[in-house]
T-cell receptor
Framework: GQSLEQPSEVTAVEGAIVQINCTYQ??????LSWYQQHDGGAPTFLSY????GLEETGRFSSFLSRSDSYGYLFLQELQMKDSASYFC??????????FGAGTRLFVKA | DVKVTQSSRYLVKRTGEKVFLECVQD?????MFWYRQDPGLGLRLIYF???????EKGDIPEGYSVSREKKERFSLILESASTNQTSMYLC????????????????FGPGTRLTVL
């Protein structure tokens, strides 16, 4: 079967850094995306990795290793507003994207 | 900005009722998707459409059907609602051909929380 594994919860302190890991096992792979979802809100796109390496967008970075079927989302200078759920998602081709179960990030003061 | 709207934020229906969830996007996207979101299970794909009148089953299509008569509108239909269909339903759209890349980014609507009693 196809699966994406990510931790269910992560807690960090305001101003600190946090890394959310994602390992995947899918029949096809075109790229790994990350989405953020605040309570009661819609998922919104954060980043995309199609090739190995690091992509940086402001305080957020995302990394992919295709050979290890592994990626992570890295958040720096955490703010209270970063408290949300974060989903990794694999584009498997044929218009389909498979989502992980999500990691709930709690940022404490 | 891409805008995806859903007809209701909250809906309460009775077992056996026929339920229509409507989704409209305003960015001329080719692809539209229906997911359900349940705690601990993430987003699971119900159906998607890559063109008008075209539809494909996702991972959990049982008990659902869809309709796409116009490019901007994608409807999810629960033919006979059951209590196990109580969930958050999310509609999404994306612009491109399903071959990966930023253009496969999905844009989500606000969701409809459906309760079936």
């Amino acid at each position: 079967g196809q699966s994406l594994e990510q931790p269910s919860e992560v807690t960090a302190v305001e101003g600190a850094i946090v890394q959310i890991n994602c390992t995947y096992q899918t029949s096809g792979f075109y790229g790994l995306s990350w989405y953020q979802q605040h309570d009661g809100g819609a998922p919104t796109f954060l980043s995309y990795n199609g090739l190995d390496g690091l992509e940086e967008t402001g305080r957020f970075s995302s990394f992919l290793s295709r050979s290890d079927s592994y990626g992570y989302l890295f958040l720096q200078e955490l703010q209270m507003k970063d408290s949300a759920s974060y989903f990794c998602a694999v584009q498997t081709g044929g218009f389909k994207t498979i989502f992980g179960a999500g990691t709930r990030l709690f940022v404490k003061a | 900005d891409v805008k995806v709207t859903q007809s209701s934020r909250y809906l309460v229906k009775r077992t056996g009722e026929k339920v229509f969830l409507e989704c409209v996007q305003d960015m001329d996207h080719e692809n539209m998707f229906w997911y359900r979101q349940d705690p601990g299970l993430g987003l699971r794909l119900i159906y998607f459409s890559y063109d008008v009148k075209m539809k494909e089953k996702g991972d959990i299509p049982e008990g659902y059907s869809v309709s796409r008569e116009k490019k901007e509108r994608f409807s999810l239909i629960l033919e006979s609602a059951s209590t196990n269909q109580t969930s958050m339903y999310l509609c999404a759209s994306s612009p491109n051909a399903g071959t990966g890349g930023d253009t496969d980014t999905q844009y989500f609507g606000p969701g409809t929380r459906l309760t079936v009693l």
